[in-house]
């Protein structure tokens, strides 16, 4: 009886660590080590270490891949931002505002959009906002736009494909986050502060930080890496570097590069959500979940 009380931690411990080292620890290890190979699809793939392939990806190199990087990191973090703008008043009202019987229904209403294909929820936007789209059309019939204006091909049209398609991912995290405030901190925070403005500023919007952080871990990684959005919505200006990957590995079949590719991405993003953490993060994971 003892064995199995003190055995269960590792049991559980040893069924997450297996789920990380299969499906993480040995992708991740296989995507560096095709990174480091030499060959072609029709000869086949050498582990070489080829560890110049990163500086020839970036240094010299026929594609600009550096600019794709660029540009979606920009996408990404301006996504980002937007689903922060408009999810936190959205998560307040669920939180704090909506009544309990109406809370169920209205958290399902944001969720409703996953009921529904990527694919197909993007390919909607692409006829909203085409440019004989009801959208367009509309605006044109009051003469609030011109005969050639167009929103597809824009890096608004992908930034704001991006922050639709996962604002439920930042609404979702920071609600978790507001609800767990005990309400009589508010009160105390009254008592202290006075108005509800500096309430907010003190003692709500930090309390619910770590719902904004898992939010931002969410929402940058999946759309940086995106390459759904800036195909459907953007256009040649709009190119990302999750394009590019997409690419080299399915078209182009250049393995080696496509996890070169999604290798420095990794580091990128590892690199930036690190020094975020540190500077705006929590301190106790146990506050992620």
Known sequence: MKLRKYATPYLLGGVGSLWLIVLFLIPLISQLLVSLMTGNLDQGYTLTWNFGIYRELFVGADVNYLLFLGRSLL???TATFITIVVAYP???????????????????LVMLSFFVSFIIRTNMWVFLLGGQGPVLSFLRNLHLIGADAHVLGTPGAVIGGMAYNDLAFMVLPIYVALERIDPRLFEAAQDLYGNQRTVFFKTTLPLSRSGIFAGILL????TVGDPVNPSLL????TYTLGQAIQNVFLTQQEYNVAAALSTVMMIALGIILFAYARVFGTDNIEDLV
């Open 219 to 222: 929402v940058f990684i999946d």
């Open 75 to 77: 996408f990404g973090a």
């Open 234 to 237: 953007g256009g040649q200006s």
């Open 90 to 108: 959205v998560a307040y009202f669920l939180a704090f505002r909506a009544s309990a019987r109406w809370k169920n229904p209205l958290l399902l």
